[in-house]
């Protein structure tokens, strides 16, 4: 694989591997070093609405909060893409945890949601309100980036342009808005036993409704325990869950 030459000749003799979970564009090696250490490396081309820019300044911002979360070792751009050193989070994502019960699973993701969701949202310099990331949407919808072939199996056969006429017909008439993750996806949750260590991916964390993060993680446990643990997690976090919300934000999750 190509290094940057700033990281080159440090990873000479490393052992690298190519990681496949999970759904971003971006591609990401672990870096097991000489010695013992392990780091990863994310990778994307340079492009109008490329997004790894965006998660150094949050890992970074999240650091300063001591949020859990990787740590950025360096960034830079050569090779027409954008590269991000950052160190592991100890432990396994919740998607490939098999040591963990669908309670334990449901427990951590609860935890970690309210302590992100409790941080006050003035101390938050990302914005990722509904007005923002609809705008987002219909430019992604523009330049031909939203992958249809991806579609939720109730949108299947519908075209991007179809799909963007839904969400903005079924709006929600109220939002909640606290600090989320943005893409609460079991693989973005990392836990060590059953003690949650950080959140990874974080390149859209930013103030938007709470419902951003419950749609996508009650979307998530869903299709990896079971729909009947989807309750058990709204009971954890502690609100009754908002239907109308949850299909909203897991439609607007299309687009990206």
């Given at each position: 694989?190509?290094?940057?030459?700033?990281?080159?000749?440090?990873?000479?003799?490393?052992?690298?591997?190519?990681q496949i979970i999970g759904e971003s564009g971006a591609e990401v090696f672990r870096i097991r070093c000489d010695s013992g250490e392990?780091?990863?490396?994310?990778?994307?081309?340079?492009?109008?609405?490329?997004?790894?820019?965006?998660?150094?300044?949050?890992?970074?911002?999240?650091?300063?909060?001591?949020?859990?979360?990787?740590?950025?070792?360096?960034?830079?751009?050569?090779?027409?893409?954008?590269?991000?050193?950052?160190?592991?989070?100890?432990?396994?994502?919740?998607?490939?945890?098999?040591?963990?019960?669908?309670?334990?699973?449901?427990?951590?993701?609860?935890?970690?949601?309210?302590?992100?969701?409790?941080?006050?949202?003035?101390?938050?310099?990302?914005?990722?309100?509904?007005?923002?990331?609809?705008?987002?949407?219909?430019?992604?919808?523009?330049?031909?980036?939203?992958?249809?072939?991806?579609?939720?199996?109730?949108?299947?056969?519908?075209?991007?342009?179809?799909?963007?006429?839904?969400?903005?017909?079924?709006?929600?008439?109220?939002?909640?808005?606290?600090?989320?993750?943005?893409?609460?996806?079991?693989?973005?949750?990392?836990?060590?036993?059953?003690?949650?260590?950080?959140?990874?991916?974080?390149?859209r964390l930013g103030v938007s409704d709470r419902y951003q993060d419950l749609a996508l993680t009650a979307r998530s446990i869903a299709r990896n325990l079971g729909?009947?643990?989807?309750?058990?997690?709204?009971?954890?976090?502690?609100?009754?869950?908002?239907?109308?919300?949850?299909?909203?934000?897991?439609?607007?999750?299309?687009?990206?």
């Amino acid at each position: 694989m190509y290094i940057p030459t700033k990281w080159r000749e440090k990873f000479a003799g490393a052992l690298i591997e190519r990681q496949i979970i999970g759904e971003s564009g971006a591609e990401v090696f672990r870096i097991r070093c000489d010695s013992g250490e392990a780091l990863f490396l994310k990778s994307e081309p340079i492009g109008l609405l490329d997004e790894l820019p965006d998660e150094v300044e949050r890992l970074r911002w999240m650091k300063r909060l001591d949020l859990p979360g990787p740590t950025v070792l360096g960034d830079t751009t050569e090779y027409n893409r954008h590269w991000l050193l950052m160190t592991a989070v100890p432990g396994l994502d919740l998607a490939s945890n098999n040591d963990l019960s669908p309670s334990q699973v449901v427990g951590i993701l609860a935890m970690a949601l309210r302590s992100l969701h409790q941080v006050s949202i003035a101390e938050c310099p990302f914005d990722h309100r509904l007005e923002e990331r609809i705008v987002v949407a219909k430019n992604r919808v523009s330049a031909g980036l939203v992958d249809e072939t991806d579609f939720d199996n109730e949108r299947l056969g519908q075209t991007a342009t179809d799909v963007l006429a839904e969400l903005l017909s079924t709006l929600p008439e109220t939002s909640d808005l606290v600090v989320t993750h943005g893409d609460a996806c079991l693989p973005n949750f990392m836990a060590e036993g059953s003690n949650f260590t950080g959140f990874i991916d974080c390149g859209r964390l930013g103030v938007s409704d709470r419902y951003q993060d419950l749609a996508l993680t009650a979307r998530s446990i869903a299709r990896n325990l079971g729909e009947m643990w989807v309750e058990p997690f709204f009971r954890d976090y502690g609100v009754k869950p908002d239907h109308r919300r949850i299909a909203f934000y897991c439609l607007l999750d299309e687009f990206f």
